[in-house]
C-alpha cells in the first residue's frame, strides 16, 4: 500500500492515516508526497503490480507510473464524469446546487480524470446536502463499487467507454480562504457555502471582535421579516444561538459555531466581517 505519511496530514483536509488498516491486513506500506517520485515507481515494481487503484491522490500519474502495472490504472472521482472534473469536486457540487451526481471509476490516462469509464453509480443530492453528507454518500458508493470492478478486471469484463470530452467541465482548487462569508450575498448564498465548506473542509468563516468565527451549522431563520439591520450585523440570540442579517433582507441561524479567541455568542447588534487585526 502506497500512501501519505501522517505527518504530511496537513495537506488534505480529509486525511486518513492508513497505517493500521494496512498493518492488520499484511500489507507493506509505502509513504510518499509525490506520487511520481522513485520511492512509488520502485515500490511499483518490485510489487510486481497487476492492478493498481489510485483513491485520494490529487496528483496527475504519469507516463512511467502508468505503464508498469500489467493490466492497467484505475482511478475514482467523485463526480459524473466528464462532468466535474479536477479539484474539490464535493464542495462545487453544492456550490452549484446540483441535484444529482455520481461515483466513478475509470482508467488512469495522461489527462485530468479524462480516461474511460469502468463504473459510475449515480447519486441524488439532497437539498440540505453537506460537504459530510455527500462525503459519506462517496465513499459509500465506492464500497460497493470496488469489489465490483475487481471481479470484472479478474472476469476480462471490465469496460472502457470513453468519456465525452466535448461535454468536459473543470472544478477549480478550492483553499480555506474562499470559506470567506460576504454577508452582502442572499441568505441561500450564505447557506450553501456553510453546507459546502464544512467538515470534513475547513468551513465558512467569517471575523467576529477580531478573531476568525467559523459557521458549523445554520438554517434560514423564519421571523427574518422582524428584524431591520445592515449586511453581517447580529440581529438577536436564540436559545440555540443567534441570528445574522444578509444581503437580501433576510436572516441566517447560527446553531454551532468555534471562534479563535472567544467564547459565547457575539454581542446582539455587532457587525460580522471586519478585518482580523
Excluded at 489510485?54 to 512511467?64: E, F, K, P
Amino acid at each position: 500500500m502506497i500512501t501519505l505519511a501522517p505527518e504530511a496530514a496537513s495537506r488534505h483536509s480529509d486525511f486518513v492515516d492508513l497505517t493500521p488498516l494496512a498493518k492488520a491486513g499484511g500489507s507493506e506500506i509505502i509513504y510518499a508526497t509525490n506520487v511520481n517520485g522513485p520511492a512509488v515507481i520502485e515500490a511499483l515494481r518490485r510489487f510486481q503490480t497487476d492492478l493498481v487503484l489510485v483513491i485520494g491522490w490529487s496528483q496527475i500519474c504519469g507516463d512511467m507510473f502508468r505503464s508498469i502495472a500489467r493490466i492497467g490504472n484505475i482511478g475514482f472521482h467523485p463526480s459524473p464524469l466528464p462532468r466535474m472534473r479536477g479539484r474539490a469536486v464535493i464542495p462545487w457540487t453544492i456550490l452549484l446546487g446540483e441535484e444529482s451526481t455520481a461515483a466513478s471509476l475509470f482508467w488512469l490516462d495522461g489527462g485530468v480524470d479524462s480516461g474511460p469509464i469502468l463504473l459510475q453509480e449515480p447519486i441524488a443530492v439532497a437539498v440540505d446536502e453537506t460537504a459530510r453528507t455527500l462525503y459519506v454518500k462517496q465513499t459509500d458508493a465506492l464500497a460497493r463499487m470496488l469489489p465490483e470492478a475487481v471481479k470484472l478486471v479478474q472476469s476480462g469484463k471490465a469496460q472502457r467507454i470513453d468519456q465525452d470530452h466535448d461535454r468536459a467541465t473543470y472544478c477549480a482548487k478550492r483553499t480555506p480562504d474562499d470559506g470567506l462569508i460576504d454577508w452582502r450575498e442572499p441568505a441561500e448564498t450564505i447557506l450553501r457555502l456553510v453546507r459546502a465548506a464544512g467538515e470534513p473542509y475547513p468551513g465558512a468563516f467569517t471575523t467576529c471582535g477580531g478573531s476568525r468565527l467559523v459557521v458549523e451549522v445554520a438554517a434560514p431563520f423564519p421571523d427574518s421579516h422582524r428584524y431591520i439591520g445592515i449586511p453581517g450585523q447580529v440581529q438577536c440570540h436564540t436559545a440555540e444561538g443567534f441570528t445574522v442579517r444578509c444581503g437580501d433582507g433576510k436572516c441566517i441561524h447560527i446553531t454551532r459555531w468555534r471562534q479563535d479567541q472567544a467564547a459565547g455568542k457575539p454581542r446582539v447588534h455587532s457587525k460580522l466581517g471586519a478585518s482580523i487585526s
